[in-house]
C-alpha cells in the first residue's frame, strides 16, 4: 500500500468514527494545553530568577580577573578595563554593560561606624544595571564626574543614624598597607523592603574607591543581556573580547547557589509535566487500542486480501499521526490565549506574599512582586511535540497489535 492510500485510508477512518476522533482530540488537547501552561511557568520562573540575580549584581555575564571565581577577592582588579568594557558596550545583545571596584572599610559617623563594602560604580549605568538602587526613597542617586557623595541602604544608615547630606568618614587599609580615609556626604538612601540586602548599599564614585584602595580600575564588568535565552551566543562573541588575565563568567558561575534552586524546581515541573502526559498518553492509547479491537474483522479482510503487517501498522501511525496533529492545533487554540493573557497581566505573588512595590527578597535576590509566565513562538514547537510524542507512543501497542490479527480467527462467527 502506497503512503497516499495509507494517508487516504486512515483519514478515512477517523472520519468514519467521528465522535471517537473527537474526543481523542479533545483528551490531547486538554492535556497537551496543561502541559504548555505549566512549562510557560517553569520558563517565567526561569527568566524571572535569572533577572533578579542578574539585576542584583550578578548580572548576566561578568568579566573579572582570572582566579577571581575561586578567591573572591575585592583586591583583584582588570587590566585593561576601560578598553573591554568598550567593547563589551559596542556588542550586539548587551543591554548593559558597567565597571565596579570594592573596598573593605569602616563608615563612621559621630560615635557610630559599620564595617562595610565600599562599591565604586559608574553612575551613568548603575541605576539601570541594579535595580536595588534605581528609585530612591530619599534624596538622589550618584552624579556623573562628582567625587566624594555616597548613597546608603536603609538598613545601614540606621544603624549609623545617617541622614542625607551627613558627613560619614570612610577608611580602609590601602594598596601600601596605610589606612587611607575620605569624607563622604550622604546624597541619597535606598530602601528595597529587605533589611539584608539595604544593609550591603553603599555606592560611591570609582574614583572613591581607587582612592581609597590605592588600585586604579575596575574589579569587575557586570553585563546584561538584552535577550536571556541568547546568553550563550553572546558569551561566544564576547569571548574573544576578553583581556588577558581576565576571564568571562556566567551568571551560573558567579551565583552556584541559584542553579541548585533551579534545578530543583525545574525537577518538580518536569515531574508535574511528565506525570500529566503519562496520564494523556493512557487515555489515547486506550482509545486507539479500542478502536482497533473494534475494527479487528476489518484488519482481517485487509489482510486477508494481501496487505502486509507493515501497512496495518503505518494506518494506525498515521491515524496517531493526524490525531497528534489536531491536537496540537486544539491545545494552542485553548492554551495559547491562556498564557497570553497571564504574560501579559502577570500573576500578583507580591499579595499573597505581603511584600512591597519594590518587590520581595528570597534568597538574597529581590524578586518583581507580579510574574509574568513566559509566552513566545516556543509553544507552538513544544505543542507539536508534546501531541505527536503522546500520539504516536500511544498508537505503538495498538499498531502491533493489528499487525498481529490472524485473518482465520477474526473472521470466525461464533455459533
Request: hydrophobic letters at 50%; zero cysteines; charged letters at 20%.
Amino acid at each position: 500500500m502506497t503512503g497516499t492510500v495509507t494517508m487516504r485510508y486512515a483519514l478515512r477512518s477517523l472520519r468514519r468514527n467521528l465522535r471517537r476522533s473527537i474526543l481523542s482530540v479533545a483528551g490531547v488537547a486538554f492535556g497537551v494545553g496543561i502541559g504548555l501552561i505549566a512549562l510557560s511557568w517553569v520558563r517565567g520562573e526561569e527568566t524571572m530568577s535569572i533577572n533578579a540575580a542578574a539585576a542584583g549584581g550578578v548580572g548576566h555575564l561578568r568579566i573579572a580577573p582570572l582566579g577571581w571565581n575561586e578567591r573572591r577577592d575585592v583586591e583583584l582588579r582588570i587590566d585593561g578595563w576601560s578598553d573591554a568594557l568598550a567593547r563589551a558596550r559596542a556588542l550586539d545583545g548587551v543591554a548593559v554593560a558597567t565597571p565596579r571596584a570594592r573596598v573593605e572599610g569602616l563608615l563612621g559617623l559621630g560615635t557610630r561606624s559599620a564595617h562595610v563594602e565600599l562599591t565604586g560604580v559608574d553612575p551613568t549605568t548603575e541605576q539601570a544595571a541594579l535595580r536595588h538602587v534605581r528609585a530612591l526613597s530619599e534624596g538622589r542617586y550618584l552624579a556623573a564626574g562628582e567625587h566624594g557623595e555616597i548613597v546608603l541602604g536603609r538598613t545601614l544608615a540606621r544603624r549609623l543614624g545617617a541622614a542625607l547630606d551627613d558627613e560619614l568618614v570612610a577608611t580602609a587599609v590601602d594598596a601600601t598597607g596605610e589606612m587611607s580615609n575620605l569624607l563622604l556626604t550622604v546624597v541619597g538612601i535606598a530602601e528595597t523592603g529587605s533589611e539584608d540586602i539595604d544593609a550591603m548599599i553603599a555606592h560611591v564614585a570609582l574614583a572613591d574607591v581607587e582612592t581609597l584602595s590605592g588600585r586604579p580600575g575596575a574589579g569587575e564588568i557586570t553585563i546584561l543581556a538584552e535577550d536571556v535565552y541568547a546568553l550563550e551566543a553572546l558569551a561566544a562573541r564576547l569571548g574573544p573580547l576578553v583581556p588577558a588575565g581576565s576571564e568571562l563568567l556566567t551568571w551560573l558561575e558567579v551565583a552556584p547557589e541559584l542553579r541548585m534552586n533551579l534545578e530543583s524546581d525545574g525537577a518538580f515541573f518536569d515531574l508535574a509535566v511528565g506525570i500529566i502526559l503519562f496520564v494523556v498518553l493512557l487515555g489515547v492509547a486506550s482509545a486507539q487500542l479500542t478502536g482497533v479491537l473494534e475494527r479487528r474483522k476489518e484488519f482481517a479482510v485487509l489482510a486477508a486480501l494481501g496487505m502486509r503487517a507493515r501497512a496495518l501498522v503505518a494506518v494506525v501511525v498515521v491515524e496517531g499521526l493526524v490525531l497528534g496533529g489536531a491536537s496540537a492545533l486544539g491545545a494552542l487554540a485553548w492554551a495559547g490565549p491562556s498564557v497570553r493573557k497571564l504574560n501579559v497581566d502577570g500573576v500578583n505573588l507580591g499579595a499573597l506574599m505581603d511584600s512591597s512595590e519594590a518587590g520581595y527578597s528570597f534568597g538574597g535576590l529581590l524578586f518583581d512582586p507580579v510574574f509574568h509566565p513566559d509566552f513566545g513562538a516556543w509553544l507552538v514547537p513544544h505543542a507539536f511535540a508534546l501531541a505527536l510524542t503522546a500520539t504516536i507512543l500511544a498508537s505503538l501497542y495498538p499498531a502491533w497489535f493489528a499487525s498481529r490479527t490472524d485473518p482465520a480467527n477474526a473472521l470466525r462467527v461464533d455459533r
